[in-house]
């Protein structure tokens, strides 16, 4: 068949756009570790976010008003420029072989779409090292300058070890405090783990009665909880696991967005090849380190 760069670029562009929307249906019904994240419309090459934890506590009211300045924490996510391609060859389109170009926007749609997760669980990873917004690393047991302790460690991985451990982490983060020493009463209500801790979990927060005593009719505490595993997290270590405050107006984490993914198709140089691929600019961060806990276990 003749070879119509036109037409396969129309085509391919409308069926990505379709596949997009399909990914973004089912990623609003079920958001996974996005749902954790505090999304942001970027307006330029990088977002100022030292706001996140400056919100003064509330005082009782005594003469005139008392406005707290905002504490300035110099923290900011640089958007980055991410992207996905596949070749095709003019031979194969003048050869009929076609079918592998009604997969392409599919696969592209989902890589993009699957990257914003990536970004996610690479923060949670990478987090007992990188900075948040007070300058020191995201999870962290110091004492100063922060005031709250949200890298514990766990007791074991077996179902009694780890609702005690998840019971530590709910507790410890009720009684992180404010900048005044109040009590933020905080719920943690995701659980990420590795997939070789998903089991374990899911059996203790999905189950209808009490998991570790199994006792029917006792009262599951934990049946509110989500449970996010990903297998990125057996890579790094397969024993540690997090909780995340997911239904707080600012979140544990941040993905900001410059641009959406847009589709490209582009000829190589002096040859038969074309790249047809996908880009998108924005980038993660750190939200609030209160609204996290991470649970090692060595």
């Known amino acids: ?143 100063a300058p922060r005031t709250i302790d949200n890298l514990l ?5 077996t179902l009694a070890q780890l609702e005690t451990d998840l019971n530590s982490a709910l507790v410890a983060m009720a009684k992180f405090a404010d900048d005044q020493g109040e009590p933020l009463n905080i719920n943690g209500s995701m659980i990420v783990c590795p997939k070789a801790l998903e ?22 505490p934990y049946s509110d909880i989500q449970v996010v595993a990903s297998p990125k997290l057996d890579a790094d270590d397969a024993n540690d696991w997090y909780l995340l405050a997911a239904n707080e107006p600012i979140k544990p984490l941040v993905f900001q967005l410059r641009k959406a993914a847009e589709p490209t198709m582009e000829k190589t140089n002096h040859s038969k090849e074309w790249v047809f691929g996908a880009d998108y600019r924005g980038n993660g961060g750190y939200g609030l380190p209160h609204l996290a806990v991470k649970t090692v276990n060595s």
Do not use: C
């Open 153 to 157: 460690a766990g007791t074991g991985t």
């Open 1 to 143: 068949m003749a070879f119509n760069p036109t037409v396969l670029e129309k085509g391919l562009y409308a069926r990505f756009a379709q596949e997009m929307m399909r990914f973004q249906a089912a990623r609003d019904q079920a958001p996974g570790i996005l749902g954790a994240a505090m999304p942001i419309q970027s307006t330029g090459a990088y977002e100022k976010l030292g706001w996140v934890g400056a919100m003064p506590a509330v005082q009782q009211w005594l003469g005139t008003r008392n406005a707290t300045q905002f504490k300035d924490y110099d923290y900011t996510i640089k958007n980055l420029d991410w992207q996905t391609a596949v070749p095709i060859n003019e031979n194969d389109l003048d050869d009929d072989q076609t079918g592998a170009l009604q997969m392409f926007p599919q696969q592209l749609a989902q890589r993009i779409m699957m990257h914003p997760q990536i970004l996610m669980i690479n923060l949670l990873i990478n987090g007992d090292s990188a900075l948040a917004y007070d300058g020191v690393a995201f999870f962290s047991d110091v004492s």
């Open 199 to 220: 089991r374990q979990f899911r059996r203790l927060v999905q189950s209808q009665f009490d998991a570790s005593a199994s006792i029917q009719g006792v009262y599951n």
